[in-house]
């Protein structure tokens, strides 16, 4: 019986113990564990707080992360934006050589009809100088036959008896005088037909030269767009490969910029570090005036940026011999492409 009444002691103590906070804190106390359990108890109020501040941090390094996610898909997005739009130029300059070339060969075809309307128009003045020569014959054969018309009056008044004869003399002349009056007319109509015909001719090469001017504009239009695309596309190229030498000399880059304005000069790409002032000048066919151009604009950038070593650049296409000789030996970096 006492053994019972001591199992169900511990079962009592027991629930008292999970059940009776009180009393647990009683039964702790005077085992000497309270301030074991107070510790306890601030351990867990500290661990719990540092929990929920990392719980905080971790919320707070998740959106970052998801807001570098999404930049990094919006610049993918660009990007493919940029390749799709160079694909783009890169068909546009195609087409666009194509139709220069079109245009090349239809400025041939111009020019060889133009040499051939020329071989035509001598032609036409030489016949029209032979038609003169042939003309001046004639008079010439009028004025002798006017002369011995003259002189058979003279001799029809001297010799009666020979009336008849001379008669039938002057109506042969008559005759030969309606002949080249005949022929008079048909060469004056002849040279009429030739003159239509030049009229015509002179009338088609105005004509000519207007769809030449025009063809020339659409050129030179043709040439500006082309000009653009090509400087946008070599500024991209030379600062790919003006970056990479700046940073191998160990610069450091502090602005870029396109078609900036220095003190009224233009200037196609201007790269400024904290050492150095880069000059770019950009042609598809520079010329040694370019050159000549492009270290003048030095001075104006080297007042802007006292005490920065301005370095000139020279970008192109189709660059001569000449022009590239010049441009080293003024000192001038050149990118051909």
């Known amino acids: 019986m006492a053994s019972v009444n001591r199992d169900e002691l511990k079962r009592m103590l027991l629930k008292l113990l ?62 493919e934006a940029l390749e799709k739009q160079m694909i783009e130029y890169a068909r546009r300059l195609e087409a666009l050589e194509r139709q220069m070339l079109e245009y090349g060969k239809r400025l041939e075809r111009l020019e060889e009809q ?15 100088v032979e038609y003169g020569r042939r003309l001046e014959a004639v008079e010439k054969q009028l004025v002798e036959h006017s ?4 002189e058979h009056s003279r001799q029809l008044r001297a010799i009666w008896e020979k009336l008849e004869e001379h008669e039938k003399r002057l109506e042969r002349i008559e005759e030969k005088l309606r002949e080249h009056d005949e022929r008079l007319e048909a060469i004056e109509r002849e040279v009429k037909k030739h003159s239509e015909k030049l009229t015509f001719i002179e009338e088609k090469l105005v004509e000519h030269d207007g769809r030449l001017n025009e063809l020339n504009r659409r050129v030179a239009h043709v040439e500006m767009i082309v000009g653009a695309l090509a400087e946008s596309m070599y500024s991209r190229f030379v600062w790919e490969e003006l970056s990479a030498e700046i940073r191998a000399r160990g610069e450091r880059v502090e602005a870029r910029r396109r078609n900036a304005r220095i003190n009224g000069e233009d200037v196609d790409l201007l790269v400024v570090t904290d050492r150095s002032v880069y000059v770019v000048e950009v042609k598809v066919k520079p010329k040694i005036s370019d050159v000549g151009a492009l270290l003048a604009k030095i001075e104006v950038v080297g007042r802007r940026y006292p005490g920065r070593r301005v370095v000139p650049v020279l970008a192109g296409a189709m660059i001569g011999v000449e022009v590239e000789e010049y441009a080293r030996q003024k000192g001038v970096i050149v990118y051909a492409y």
């Open 18 to 79: 999970k059940e009776d906070e009180e009393f647990r804190y009683a039964v702790a106390g005077a085992l000497g564990l309270g301030e074991v359990l107070e510790e306890l108890r601030r351990l867990r109020e500290e661990f719990s707080k540092r929990f929920e501040a990392l719980e905080v941090r971790m919320l707070e390094q998740e959106k970052r992360l998801e807001a570098l996610e999404r930049q990094m898909v919006e610049q993918g997005r660009r990007l």
């Open 114 to 128: 133009m040499v051939e309307y020329g071989r035509r128009l001598e032609k036409l003045e030489e016949q029209m």
């Open 147 to 150: 002369r011995v018309l003259a």
